[in-house]
């Protein structure tokens, strides 16, 4: 079994790994919330992702630089995946977020949001014909339990507070 950011080798954990993971969650929770009490859920949401992915990329530059992982190296073909990568999953993720949390309220979109990690093992089981181990079994039924939980407790959203 490999190293992964949660647990390292033979099982033992990785407390950097999961201060990284902790640290992205509160980033992510302040981000979602940062845009809608801020005001910027009423600017464009194409002005908010081209802001929004040029920090992104040079944020992810200058790690690739400190950590000399930035390649510029690759195949014609590794340039265009790479492209149709970034569209999809910044630029259309980035958009698809903004207008959650414009339209639905920063704890709505956080919410709907966490069914991304599940929509990913779907597809990778349909799509690329991955296996569902146990542990991606385990952290869905988490993601569930985890919405239930915070649905049931009457989150509102902006839109019901007005």
């Not at 970034?86 to 977020?97: E, H, K, P, Q, R």
Request: net charge positive.
């Amino acid at each position: 079994m490999g190293q992964n950011a949660y647990f390292g080798r033979g099982g033992s954990e990785n407390v950097f790994g999961m201060a990284i993971v902790l640290a992205s969650g509160f980033t992510y929770a302040f981000h979602i919330v940062y845009i809608e009490r801020s005001g910027l859920n009423n600017m464009y949401c194409f002005k908010f992702t081209y802001y929004s992915c040029w920090v992104i990329g040079i944020g992810a530059g200058l790690f690739g630089v400190f950590t000399g992982n930035l390649q510029f190296a690759l195949t014609p073909n590794a340039w265009l995946l790479s492209f149709l990568l970034s569209m999809l999953c910044s630029v259309g993720a980035i958009s698809l977020l903004k207008l959650g949390v414009a339209w639905a309220g920063a704890a709505t979109a956080a919410i709907l949001s966490t069914f991304e990690p599940i929509t990913n093992v779907i597809l990778g089981i349909l799509l690329l014909n991955e296996q569902l181990t146990l542990m991606k079994a385990l952290g869905c039924v988490c993601i569930l339990t985890g919405v239930m939980l915070c649905s049931r407790r009457g989150h509102t959203t902006a839109r019901d507070n007005r």
